[in-house]
């Protein structure tokens, strides 16, 4: 089975800080991905990787940052929390053939308070 | 930017009725298409994909597209309160690595 493991469940975080959500799959998948999803918004694509190192914005980049050093891990990166990055982050994996699905982490639910 | 549009519900049916969700996209060369199912404070699962106009059966769900009319249904037959959850509509773009989703139907099955 597909395995892609988020770090944390749950985050609280001060306004301001800089918060690391980290994200590893173990099936050797080629695009790995960022949502964030809020009520009535659905998913958003905040940002994806197709390859180490490679990375291209997402819908909502604004405020984050990733990074890609290994192929299993994808990073999303809060360069300074504030409040309305409150949210459930979602990372996902898939391969690059057009069909096959999107895989989900468990989730993080970071508040900034 | 592409759009995926669902009613947000809730939809509400009894015990053993058909649920009938349904889901219109905006980018007319979309080629894959897929239902999710969201309980909720977990993460989305893959319920049934979908790449052909027609229908597309696995147990008690089927997937329906219509690409002529930008429409993609997901049909429950014998629904059961198990099956309350919010379900995602995801359609992946025309050359775009990454799905796009609706919001989402919150689906509220009645014993």
């Known amino acids: 089975d597909v395995k892609v493991t988020q770090s944390s469940r749950y985050l609280v975080k001060r306004t301001g800080e800089k918060v690391f959500l980290e994200c590893v799959q173990d099936?050797?998948?080629?695009?790995m991905f960022w949502y964030r999803q809020d009520p009535g918004l659905g998913l958003r694509l905040i940002y994806f990787s197709y390859d180490v190192k490679m990375k291209e914005k997402g819908d909502i980049p604004e405020g984050y940052s990733v990074s890609r050093e290994k192929k299993e891990r994808f990073s999303l990166i809060l360069e300074s929390a504030s409040t309305n990055q409150t949210s459930m982050y979602l990372c996902?994996?898939?391969?690059?053939?057009?069909?096959?699905?999107?895989?989900f982490g468990q989730g993080t639910r970071l508040t900034v308070v | 930017q592409k759009e995926v549009e669902q009613n947000s519900g809730p939809l509400s049916v009894p015990e053993g009725a058909i649920a009938s969700l349904n889901c219109t996209y905006s980018d007319r060369g979309s080629q894959s298409f897929f239902w999710y199912r969201q309980y909720s404070g977990k993460s989305p699962e893959l319920i049934m994909s979908i790449y052909s106009n027609g229908d597309k059966e696995d147990g008690r769900f089927t997937a329906q597209l219509n690409k002529a009319s930008q429409y993609v249904s997901l049909l429950i037959r014998d629904s059961q309160p198990s099956d309350s959850a919010t379900y995602l509509c995801a359609v992946r773009d025309t050359g775009r690595r990454a799905l796009t989703f609706g919001s989402g139907t919150r689906l509220q099955v009645q014993p």
């Open positions: 099936m050797d998948h080629e695009n």
């Open positions: 996902a994996s898939s391969v690059t053939d057009g069909r096959t699905e999107a895989f």
